[in-house]
């Protein structure tokens, strides 16, 4: 449990982050000032300088949090299992969007315009890399499909869903995500392709 020293510190970080989010949808990064920051949040310069050297220093630290909790969310279901199997995976022990609500300013910001498209490829990587490493370590078969191609089109289903979700304000629940990110994985696995009559 914090102190009342780290929560006035995490309350101020939270504010300077949230500020920078909002001046990055309005201006270019390189022309937002410190002044700018620490009057959309509320805070002094001191404050700022407390915790930061630069406005790139804040924008590191979230990216930092953000990959790492990113990380430990995608890793959830199936962290304590020794074999992962995707039948017995159920809404609710799926995080990920549960982590995009977390951090829903960021994604927003970052889905919606080209403000932080270095940061969608850093996300990209990340979820690629998480599949390959963790979820495809079983001995390959000659009908298997490529791992990398496999982990690239998982990685973009993700962001895709993550993108559809902030188009709609994040209006869907956490939970309707996972369950709908379950069914699509399920139904996937008996998928038929009809072909329409060709006249």
Do not use: C
């Amino acid at each position: 449990m914090l102190n009342p020293e780290d929560r006035r510190i995490s309350k101020s970080k939270t504010a300077m982050r949230n500020a920078l989010i909002q001046l990055i949808e309005e201006k270019e990064f390189n022309k937002i000032t410190v002044t700018d920051i620490v009057e959309r949040a509320d805070l002094n310069r001191g404050t700022f300088y407390k915790h930061y050297k630069s406005q790139t220093d804040i924008l590191l630290e979230l990216t930092e949090d953000i990959m790492e909790d990113l990380i430990q969310s995608y890793r959830m279901p199936y962290k304590e299992q020794r074999i992962f199997n995707l039948d017995n995976l159920t809404a609710s022990t799926v995080k990920i969007f549960e982590h995009v609500e977390k951090f829903q300013g960021f994604y927003a910001l970052m889905l919606r315009t080209d403000k932080l498209t270095y940061f969608q490829t850093q996300i990209f990587k990340v979820l690629k890399g998480l599949t390959i490493h963790d979820l495809m370590k079983i001995k390959k078969e000659a009908n298997q499909p490529d791992q990398a191609l496999q982990a690239s089109f998982f990685a973009n289903a993700i962001i895709g869903m993550i993108s559809e979700w902030a188009e709609n304000n994040f209006s869907y629940s956490t939970y309707y995500m996972a369950e709908q990110l379950l069914l699509i994985l399920k139904s996937m696995r008996q998928v038929q392709i009809i072909h329409p009559r060709l006249e």
